[in-house]
């Protein structure tokens, strides 16, 4: 097998190392948006004990019947879905890492390719 650029059946492929960095860039961008979603727009988002009245709360509101907790079990969702969103984030921050490494990569391989070349020219000693 060999490599061949310009070939456009499948067997070759091109790496263009800005392209890679506007992704990284793009993905930095979105873990951005998440952790602020996460850290800030669910911040205030959270219910006091009695904001749905005594029906949100756990307490008895009279014999027999018991308020549903709704505004604790509302709370701990949301909790998890910053915990997620927070990890999601992180997880977003190293593939955009990821892939200004591969850009860092490829960057080094199209400067030694370079190198090579002129030396086959005789542009370089």
Known sequence: MSFDPNDISGRGYRVYP?????AADDVAGAADLVTAFALTDLA???LGEFDL????????????????GTAEQYN????????????NAE???QLAQALQTAASYYEQQD????????KLEGGLP
């Open 53 to 68: 009245g005594l029906p949100g709360t756990l307490t008895t509101i009279m014999p027999n019947v018991h308020g549903a």
């Open 76 to 87: 701990r969702a949301i909790e998890t879905i910053r915990g997620v969103s927070a990890k």
């Open 44 to 46: 205030g988002t959270l």
């Open 111 to 118: 400067a030694a390719e370079y190198e090579r070349l002129k």
């Open 18 to 22: 800005e392209a890679l960095r506007k």
């Open 91 to 93: 997880t977003l921050q």
